[in-house]
């Protein structure tokens, strides 16, 4: 997948496979957006058959988590129409489990690889977000060269034979 910022600033092109190039609309609120025409593009089929999709699916497409129409984005997109349907990157998604395209099928694979990429702390537009450090192992009870030394020191101390042969034993040394 490759990207770059285009003269008009507001569009991002991405190369979703060899010759097929989506527009997305970088949007906060949900990473970016897409257009129905892009999102058709993208799966290979027409408008017609996301919107007959979209309709199909009904009720598991939610206005706001999987789509956001042009009244509610607005004025971030020059000539978006009040009604006009922009697909959330959770929306793309969920319409591919519909979609039965060979580019169908590249398209997922693209949509499946951004997000796996996001997941892993990147962005979509490739910056690195600061991942949240681990708290480090205690390393009090380890066993290295120098506390082998000390327990071996201590053991030389014990008088009964057969205890320290054993304790020796079971160091390992």
Do not use: C
């Not at 990207?3 to 989506?22: F, I, R, S």
């Amino acid at each position: 997948m490759t990207h770059n910022k285009n003269e008009a600033g507001n569009l991002l092109p991405l190369t979703v496979t060899e010759g097929v190039t989506v527009n997305v609309l970088p949007y906060e609120q949900y990473e970016y957006l897409m257009t129905t025409r892009e999102v058709a593009l993208g799966y290979g089929v027409t408008e017609y058959a996301i919107r007959k999709n979209k309709l199909s699916l009904g009720s598991e497409l939610v206005e706001g988590k999987h789509f956001v129409k042009g009244v509610t984005i607005g004025n971030t997109l020059p000539n978006a129409q009040p009604h006009q349907v922009f697909w959330t990157k959770r929306g793309v998604v969920r319409l591919g489990f519909a979609m039965r395209s060979e580019r169908a099928k590249l398209f997922r694979d693209w949509a499946e690889e951004l997000i796996i990429k996001i997941d892993e702390q990147t962005d979509l537009f490739g910056a690195v977000v600061p991942q949240k450090t681990q708290p480090q192992k205690r390393n009090h009870n380890r066993l290295t060269q120098a506390r082998l030394v000390e327990i071996l020191a201590d053991v030389a101390k014990i008088e009964d034979r057969e205890i320290r042969l054993s304790l020796i034993e079971k160091l390992g040394v």
